[in-house]
């Protein structure tokens, strides 16, 4: 059984970090692509960053390059996520999801529909 289960979530000030990791089990996350997404509330899902582990390749959303990094840790089997300079519009629900169609991500897309596991997810809340 596939569980993906993300930690680091919480409350914070403008203009400061957060790292959230998502703990993979039944899958290896160096064979899929891995992806975070967030929802904020009246608002539709967007992919914020994405990873193919097969190949590196990495997606950012617009509003995230420069702030934000992706990264994998093959042997804890997990995907981190450091958000820096976070403002009061990154508040939202953060989701991790993985697809074993990793080469579906690329510098300009990550489709979520592709990706077939998610986990609980953990909310982010960012204060003024």
């Known amino acids: 059984e596939v569980q993906l289960v993300e930690s680091g979530g919480g409350l914070v000030q403008a203009g400061r970090s957060l790292r959230l990791s998502c703990a993979a089990s039944?899958?290896?996350?160096?064979?899929?692509?891995i992806g975070w997404f967030r929802q904020a509330p009246g608002k539709e899902r967007e992919a914020v960053s994405c990873?193919?582990?097969?190949?590196?390749?990495?997606y950012y959303a617009d509003a995230v390059k420069g702030l934000f990094t992706i990264s994998v840790d093959n042997a804890k089997n997990t995907v981190s996520l450091q958000m820096n300079s976070l403002n009061p519009e990154d508040t939202a629900f953060y989701h991790c999801?993985?697809?074993?169609?990793?080469?579906?991500?690329?510098?300009?897309?990550?489709?979520?529909?592709?990706?077939?596991?998610w986990g609980q997810g953990t909310q982010v809340t960012v204060s003024s």
């Open positions: 039944g899958l290896t996350v160096g064979d899929y692509g």
């Open positions: 999801a993985a697809t074993n169609i990793p080469w579906v991500v690329d510098r300009t897309t990550c489709p979520d529909y592709k990706f077939a596991y």
């Open positions: 990873i193919s582990s097969t190949d590196n390749k990495t």
